[in-house]
């Protein structure tokens, strides 16, 4: 396995934490691969490694600096977990409450200066690869360090998933828990959930909907809709929907845009806002 690092920037640690939980990478024979990692050692330098896992939002000053020094320490660099590819939750609305109150508090000494916004990682530096997800799985981390060439990654979060389409359910609004017991066997769509694994990338193992949850669509959409506008994706989620339910455009819409699936919705191939580049399918793990 490859020697590699882990930075975090402005972040939950629900990545770090997804990797700890892998296991797999530590070998017996010297412990670990692993050379840098923020969560778990006390220093401060990221040494020279050939990959370079990135966690987390470029929110202040501090995580600029890091990031800038520590990408050239390595041969590859991927962008890991929701925050480092699109800014995460705290890219979310309108934060002038939010810098209220970290500027009010004057006993607060020597923070980093906020940036205007959480900026995506690939909005700094270059890119190589993607590993999306709210966190990845342990599997997909082992995936992307092992570089194993008979890892299969399912297109879609649907595929994983296999629950049993009922043509006779058309549900007329979005239920969801409100409906009371979730039935085990049946597709969530077709049970007033508003799930988008149907468009969502897959490789997660449908951990979510399998367990009686909705997709959201933390790992971002399929490789259909990657290098196209956030508007491609959001009509194949709409269209699913038209065909299998009998739920008013104007109630999913509503949906669609609420804080609920913002988080996630817009992520991975909304650039109108930013002039950015899409990124290529083939980079995303």
């Known amino acids: 396995m490859k020697r590699f690092a ?10 770090e934490i997804a990797l700890l939980n892998a296991g797999e990478w530590i070998d017996q ?7 840098y990692m923020n969560l778990v050692m006390s220093s401060h330098d990221v ?19 890091r990031l800038r020094r520590a990408v050239h320490k390595a041969d590859e660099v991927i962008a890991v977990g929701t925050c480092a590819i699109s800014g995460g939750v705290a890219n979310l609305g309108n934060r002038t409450a939010i810098r209220a109150e970290f500027f009010g508090n004057e006993e607060r000494l020597h923070l980093p200066d906020l940036l205007p916004m959480c900026r995506p990682i690939d909005m700094v530096v270059k890119v190589d690869r993607y590993l999306p997800g709210c966190p990845p799985t342990p599997e997909l981390f082992m995936a992307v360090l092992r570089e194993s060439a008979d890892t299969e990654i399912a297109k879609t979060v649907c595929q994983e998933c296999g629950l049993r389409k009922d043509r006779d359910m058309l549900p007329e609004h979005l239920l969801g828990f409100q409906q009371g017991e979730v039935l ?8 007033g959930f508003l799930c988008i694994g149907a468009s969502t990338r897959g490789g997660c ?11 959201v669509g933390c790992r971002g959409p399929s490789d259909a809709f990657i290098e196209k ?19 008013p455009e104007e109630e999913l819409e509503a949906a669609l845009r609420s804080p609920q699936l913002s988080l996630f919705l817009f992520q991975f191939a909304d650039y109108a806002d930013t002039g950015q580049v899409p990124r290529q399918k083939e980079q995303v793990v």
């Not at 882990?6 to 990545?15: A, E, I, K, N």
């Not at 193992?205 to 997709?215: D, H, I, K, V």
């Not at 506008?229 to 009998?246: A, H, Q, V």
């Open 6 to 15: 882990v930075l975090q920037l402005s972040g939950c640690s629900g990545c």
């Open 29 to 35: 024979s010297d412990q670990s691969d692993l050379a």
């Open 47 to 65: 040494p020279e490694v050939e990959v370079l896992l990135v966690t987390g939002g470029v929110r202040n000053e501090e995580d600029l600096y």
């Open 184 to 191: 085990s066997n049946i597709c969530l769509i077709n049970q």
């Open 205 to 215: 193992r449908a951990l979510c909907t399998l367990a009686g949850y909705p997709c």
């Open 229 to 247: 506008g956030s508007d491609k994706w959001l009509n194949s989620i709409r269209r699913i929907f038209s065909r299998m339910t009998e739920i």
